[in-house]
């Protein structure tokens, strides 16, 4: 019903910057919190950061300063910029999404991630 896509992910310099985005498509009434999360390998999938219909923020320490999340609720799109990128910021990054469906039900969404590898 509802189809979360990813993409801007790649290989990428330590220092240097990346832009993710992450576009809802299907039978959406309206979108509340959109995120980001990401799982290293070997790791459990942790918050990176998560934006509400409004516009409130919300970061893991370890990316305050250097990411920032946007959105564009006509576009049901997020978009995650990476800047000052570091080897520990290598993961699979996943879209997640708060979705209330044309039939009025709520669901909560993943996207199907994107790679991101940072060089030392």
């Known amino acids: 019903q509802v189809q979360l896509v990813e993409s801007g992910g790649g290989l990428v310099q330590a220092g240097g910057s990346l832009r993710l985005s992450c576009e809802a498509s299907g039978s959406i009434f309206s979108i509340n919190t959109m995120g980001w999360y990401r799982q290293a390998p070997g790791k459990q999938r942790e918050l990176v950061a998560i934006?509400?219909?409004?516009?409130?923020?919300n970061y893991a320490d370890s990316v305050k300063g250097r990411f920032t999340i946007s959105r564009d609720n006509a576009q049901n799109t997020v978009f995650l910029q990476m800047d000052s990128l570091k080897p520990e910021d290598t993961a699979v990054y996943y879209c997640?999404?708060?979705?209330?469906?044309?039939?009025?039900?709520?669901?909560?969404?993943w996207g199907q991630g994107t790679q991101v590898t940072v060089s030392s």
């Open positions: 997640n999404a708060d979705v209330r469906t044309t039939a009025r039900v709520w669901l909560n969404n």
């Open positions: 934006i509400t219909s409004g516009g409130s923020t």
